[in-house]
């Protein structure tokens, strides 16, 4: 009995953190599509939705890059910074033209992260950037499980 109770002391915590961490992890969905024209350039138009049930974000800035990461084409410091996030929302806003892309051929190859004030990044999701390994498995159980819930507003 003894042995029962202390496995359940550590695994209890354990497995109240993980849910935690999987919830804030999980909390800001960010997709996006291209739009391109010959006046402004090509620039991305967001989808950003706040899961959270009671945390508002502040967004920061956008980083576009390529290789997973490793080469930094434009950092977007002005077009969504301060805007508001409110839990339980959708939002959809229009980032700045980045300047390195000339057509709608380069878009796919160019990935989108959004950072919010606190430093939090959310890599997005858009067209050539699905989500793969741990991230889609952790957005299908996300999903799989705000399905399964009964809604507490009526």
Same mark, same amino acid.
């Given at each position: 009995?003894?042995?029962?109770?202390?496995?359940s002391a550590g695994l209890i915590p354990a497995l109240l953190f993980a849910y935690r961490w999987f919830l804030l992890k999980?909390?800001?969905f960010v997709g996006y599509g291209w739009k391109c024209d010959d006046i402004?350039?090509?620039y991305p138009r967001f989808d950003i939705r706040n899961r959270s049930g009671s945390k508002t974000y502040v !967004?920061? @800035?956008i980083a576009y890059t390529r290789g997973n990461g490793g080469q930094i084409l434009?950092?977007?410091?002005k077009s969504i910074w301060g805007k508001e996030l409110k839990p339980g929302t959708i939002?959809?806003?229009?980032?700045a033209p980045v300047p390195s892309i000339t057509c709608l051929q380069q878009c796919?190859?160019?990935?989108?992260?959004?950072? !919010?004030? @606190?430093?939090?990044?959310?890599?997005?999701?858009?067209?050539?950037?699905?989500?793969?390994?741990v991230r889609k498995i952790a957005f299908s159980l996300r999903q799989k499980l705000e399905k399964a819930s009964m809604p507490l507003t009526p």
């Open positions: 009995m003894k042995l029962w109770a202390t496995i999980t909390d800001v402004t350039g090509c !967004l920061g @800035n434009a950092i977007d410091n939002t959809h806003l229009d980032g796919p190859a160019v990935e989108v992260r959004v950072r !919010l004030q @606190n430093e939090r990044e959310f890599k997005g999701q858009g067209p050539g950037q699905l989500y793969k390994g």
